[in-house]
């Protein structure tokens, strides 16, 4: 839960803020002024006040300190480009690796602080170390190759080093002069990584590609001074991808120009899909959604300073790039920046749509994602997320809201369950194992729907024992106008990763409990694992494994010819085909990011070729997309 510092009220916010912005012109202090012209870059008054009265509710706006800063050389022009390439490509066919974190660069120095009051005395001293170099500043950049077998980059010859190192030796003793920064220039061998943190197996794979790069292509090298928000160190920066009303006063706004600050130490929460994060915009800390956000690099949300020549203009234009200041990476382009390579601002990487991003995540080098035809018919898969779960679009609070004190359930809103199951347990149960809403019974049937208009021979239906995904499953074969021979296989190990069951694992329906709520399932077929095999200390590896021994088992159920639906969590859509295709597991930090942007009913398909390999094909129908609904008030119609 949230302190009651963090939490403060959505409404009241919205009533103050009608005079919050004049008082906080009026009345700010010289330290907000001057927290607020370096958070934007001294881009100017007009919006130094605007992010002044978005953080007129940050607990850390009258915190004493500076930000972070940092000094990078980046290369532009032919090499930029390539490197641009090269960041695209290498996301595309082995998925985000550490270099995709930032932008590609030459790290200078490490991050310091500096009093946000002493900012102008910093950049003074950059000023100064560079117009001392000045006549000695080099003609070209000499970068030489590099690879291992867990690190692919570019190192910078000391020749070429040397003059970085001059100017950031000058601007360390200046900047302790002029600002009382202690600046840490890098002392080791200068370099630029192409690739980090990879899967051994990706290994040749990035080289090859690495290898395209040609160091010795036409580059205009720059200095840029960065800062970041020192919340940044401790956190992951997620973007927003839905805007989201708050429903409680624990809820935090989300505007889809946002991004979101998450602490992994400290980001759970009691409600299942729900994380604890501080927006960039405002500084206020809230409950969010997660599946609203993705995460992205950090330096998205990095404001730009100033930027100076890092190798001898060869012409007037390049001249007149000199000293330039900028603003919020992520937010829009820099002023200045060199049209031609989309890498300038990191923006243009990193904002792909989610669709493509996925479908070139889960694609093979030598493997196009095909869509499926009925030529043929081989054995193929359905893997589908659940629908829309009441937990996560009413919070936690729906049980208190919807049942009264002796277990009686009450519809309080039209998207609420028409009714919901009796079970063993009672209410509580329903707590880590609630059941889906009504717009997602309609995705769901939708979905079915489309499944028979595409003429898709269902002969398989596999559950997770979860209610969400049963409910859908059921909701899927309504809509398909399914035979009743046709039941849900409920299947254990089919549930999510068990990882993220820090509770435990959910006390699920039993099958007699589903059969007599009306749901169709078939009572005959025995789960390849039953719960007492579920380990809630299970890694993310042995996730990979539990699922893809399960989709071996379904495959040599369903036999030739077999169409098989598997309706689980967003993370089956990944596992049930990712050893399948012939890839390995992704690590825990790839599988939350494919999970985040897994939509409810997001479907994918695999098929199998005449080969006998198996292949990720386009679903035989488009997505499912709408837009979110908020709580609405009929008294307020009737207001003054």
């Known amino acids: 839960g949230l302190s009651q510092e963090q939490s403060v009220s959505y409404k009241h916010r919205q009533r103050l803020a009608n005079w919050v912005w004049l008082l906080a012109i009026l009345v700010s202090s010289a330290s907000r002024r001057h927290k607020a012209l370096v958070a934007t870059g001294d881009t100017g008054v007009q919006e130094a006040s605007e992010w002044i009265l978005s953080h007129v509710f940050d607990p850390e706006l009258d915190k004493p300190g500076g930000r972070d800063f940092v000094v990078y050389a980046l290369p532009l022009g032919g090499l930029g480009a390539q490197l641009s390439e090269l960041w695209d490509t290498s996301l595309a066919q082995t998925g985000r690796n550490g270099a995709h974190k930032s932008f590609p660069h030459v790290t200078l120095c490490q991050f310091f602080k500096c009093d946000n009051s002493k900012v102008s005395q910093m950049i003074h001293a950059l000023q100064s170390a560079v117009d001392a170099n000045k006549a000695s500043t080099p003609e070209e950049i ?240 359905i893997i589908m997320r659940h629908a829309e779960r009441v937990d996560v679009t009413f919070g936690q609070q729906w049980l208190a809201y919807s049942f009264d004190h002796d277990g009686m359930y009450y519809r309080k809103n039209l998207n609420m369950p028409r009714s919901v199951p009796s079970r063993k347990g009672g209410v509580d149960d329903f707590r880590t194992d609630g059941p889906i809403t009504e717009m997602g019974m309609h995705q769901a049937r939708l979905t079915g729907e489309a499944l028979k208009d595409q003429g898709v021979n269902v002969t398989h239906v596999f559950s997770s024992p979860a209610l969400r995904c049963v409910q859908t499953a059921d909701a899927v074969l309504q809509g398909y106008k399914a035979d009743p021979s046709l039941k849900i296989q409920v299947e254990y190990g089919l549930f999510e990763w068990l990882a993220w069951c820090q509770h435990g694992l959910p006390k699920w329906l039993s099958l007699q409990e589903m059969t007599t709520f009306g749901l169709r399932i078939d009572t005959s077929y025995k789960p390849l694992i039953l719960p007492d095999k579920l380990d809630v200390k299970e890694r993310v590896d042995t996730y990979y494994r539990r699922t893809s021994e399960l989709t071996k088992h379904f495959l040599a159920l369903g036999g030739q010819n077999a169409t098989i639906l598997i309706v689980g969590h967003a993370g089956t859509l990944d596992a049930t085909t990712r050893q399948l295709v012939g890839e390995q597991p992704r690590n825990s930090a790839d599988l939350t990011r494919i999970v985040q942007k897994v939509p409810y009913c997001g479907v994918c398909a695999c098929e199998e070729s005449e080969s006998g390999s198996w292949q990720i094909v386009c679903p035989p129908f488009p997505t499912l997309t709408h837009a979110p609904n908020p709580r609405y008030d009929w008294r307020m119609i009737k207001s003054q």
Request: proline letters at 7%; aromatic letters at 8%.
């Open 142 to 381: 000499v970068m030489m190759p590099f690879a291992s077998a867990s690190y692919i980059g570019l190192f910078m010859e000391e020749s070429s080093a040397q003059w970085f190192r001059k100017v950031m030796n000058s601007f360390a003793s200046e900047a302790s002069k002029l600002a009382g920064c202690k600046v840490d220039p890098h002392r080791k061998q200068l370099h630029l990584t192409l690739a980090y943190q990879f899967l051994p197996n990706h290994q040749p794979v990035l080289d090859a590609m690495c290898k395209k790069v040609d160091p010795k292509s036409p580059a205009r090298w720059e200095l840029r001074l960065y800062s970041r928000d020192p919340r940044m160190g401790q956190s992951d920066l997620y973007r927003v991808l839905f805007p989201h009303t708050p429903r409680s006063d624990d809820e935090l706004e989300l505007t889809e120009d946002d991004f979101i600050m998450i602490n992994p130490e400290s980001s759970q929460t009691d409600s299942v899909g729900w994380l604890i994060g501080t927006s960039y915009r405002t500084g206020i800390t809230g409950v969010i959604p997660a599946n609203y956000v993705e995460k992205c690099p950090e330096t998205d949300g990095w404001t730009l300073h100033r930027v100076w020549p890092g190798t001898r203009a060869t012409s007037p234009d390049e001249s007149a790039v000199t000293s330039r200041s900028g603003t919020v990476v992520g937010r829009r382009q820099t002023r200045g920046e060199e049209e031609g390579s989309q890498y300038n601002s990191p923006e243009g990487l990193f904002s792909h749509d989610v669709d493509v991003e996925y479908a070139q995540i889960v694609k093979k080098k030598d493997r196009g994602v095909k869509r499926a035809t009925s030529a043929s018919i081989p054995r193929s898969l």
